[in-house]
T-cell receptor, first 113, second 113 residues
Framework: RKEVEQDPGPFNVPEGATVAFNCTYS??????FFWYRQDCRKEPKLLMS?????NEDGRFTAQLNRASQYISLLIRDSKLSDSATYLC??????????????WGLGTSLAVNP | EAGVTQFPSHSVIEKGQTVTLRCDPI?????LYWYRRVMGKEIKFLLH????????ESGMPNNRFLAERTGGTYSTLKVQPAELEDSGVYFC???????????FGPGTRLTVT
């Protein structure tokens, strides 16, 4: 079983739509959670961290359910520029305080005019 | 402030040859990470430096890969001899001490033929 699982999509949505991505992780000791965005042939960039209480940044809302080991990302009023791959990422510091990131495969989003 | 830089951006080599990838982290970032994405697979952790010391190299595929970080500044990742399965995009990321947020370089796309 993969450590971080995501539906690879692709999700094709019209401009203005609301779209939700889900992710599950297998290691209950995971402590930090993130959504990264990656454009084609570019490096991944941090979109937002995910906190236990849920957090919002403009049109983006992230939620975490530790009991179900489930993370979500909601994008409202989607724009053409939101087209990208969204990567679910978790991290668990080890005894040496290494904060390596464990990645999902990513979910591809295409926002259409 | 300059971001993480990587060199070269692309490298095409033949099986059995040697290639050295370079990463310059953001100035002042003690933590430096190497990751790799093979086509169709998740981004995978390779290793983590704290300053010049290897904190965790559990993700290094085998002893054909050698990473160094001289003086705790830039890092190199050498593959010798390269095999076909080493093809992929190699990302470097850095972060300041105590932070989970990692800043990624643009990656080096390695093709072994």
């Amino acid at each position: 079983r993969k450590e971080v699982e995501q539906d690879p999509g692709p999700f094709n949505v019209p401009e203005g739509a609301t779209v939700a991505f889900n992710c599950t992780y297998s290691n209950s000791a995971s402590q930090s959670f993130f959504w990264y965005r990656q454009d084609c042939r570019k490096e991944p960039k941090l979109l937002m961290s995910v906190y236990s209480s849920g957090n919002e940044d403009g049109r983006f809302t992230a939620q975490l359910n530790r009991a179900s080991q489930y993370i979500s990302l909601l994008i409202r009023d989607s724009k053409l520029s939101d087209s990208a791959t969204y990567l679910c990422v978790v991290s668990k510091p080890d005894a040496g305080n290494n904060r390596k990131l464990i990645w999902g495969l990513g979910t591809s989003l295409a926002v259409n005019p | 402030e300059a971001g993480v830089t990587q060199f070269p951006s692309h490298s095409v080599i033949e099986k059995g040859q040697t290639v050295t990838l370079r990463c310059d982290p953001i100035s002042g970032h003690d933590n430096l990470y190497w990751y790799r994405r093979v086509m169709g697979k998740e981004i995978k952790f390779l290793l983590h430096f704290v300053k010049e010391s290897k904190q965790d190299e559990s993700g290094m595929p085998n002893n054909r890969f050698l990473a160094e970080r001289t003086g705790g500044t830039y890092s190199t990742l050498k593959v010798q001899p390269a095999e076909l399965e080493d093809s992929g995009v190699y990302f470097c990321a850095s972060s300041p001490d105590g932070s989970y947020e990692q800043y990624f370089g643009p990656g080096t796309r390695l093709t072994v033929t």
